[in-house]
């Protein structure tokens, strides 16, 4: 199963990863570069999952995350928080924050399509 994925990440390395792997696994992708364009491009293309950073600097991915939800047009896009957050107790923290799910950077160029794909089969 393929669909279409947002990036949303203000590393310009960490999107560029993320969209080639994705995109050479078949994978239709759409980059943001930070929280604001993210809603924006959510709004605009309703993809079928949101890969969100935590940290930038001009919308946190969890402040992100919050208008994503209360809008009925992206409130039921699955949205995972995707941060080099990996202290131990972060992914729960990320789960009750309301994310869907929680994939730790540096991303794994081999495993990083298949753990995407188990985000959208629910």
């Known amino acids: 199963m393929t669909g279409l994925i947002l ?63 209360e809008d009925s047009r992206t409130a039921a896009i699955p949205v995972v928080a995707l941060t080099s957050s990996t202290m131990r107790g972060d992914e729960q923290r990320f789960i009750a924050e309301g994310f869907d799910g929680y994939l730790a950077k540096p991303i794994s160029v081999r495993e990083f399509p298949d753990k995407v794909r188990e985000f959208l089969r629910d």
């Open 7 to 69: 990036i949303v990440d203000d590393n310009e390395n960490n999107r560029k990863l993320a969209r080639d792997v994705l995109e050479f696994a078949g994978f239709d992708t759409v980059v943001a570069t930070g929280g604001v364009e993210g809603v924006a491009l959510a709004m605009e293309h309703k993809p079928d999952l949101v890969l969100m950073d935590i940290r930038m600097p001009d919308l946190s991915g969890t402040e992100a995350l919050k208008l994503l939800r």
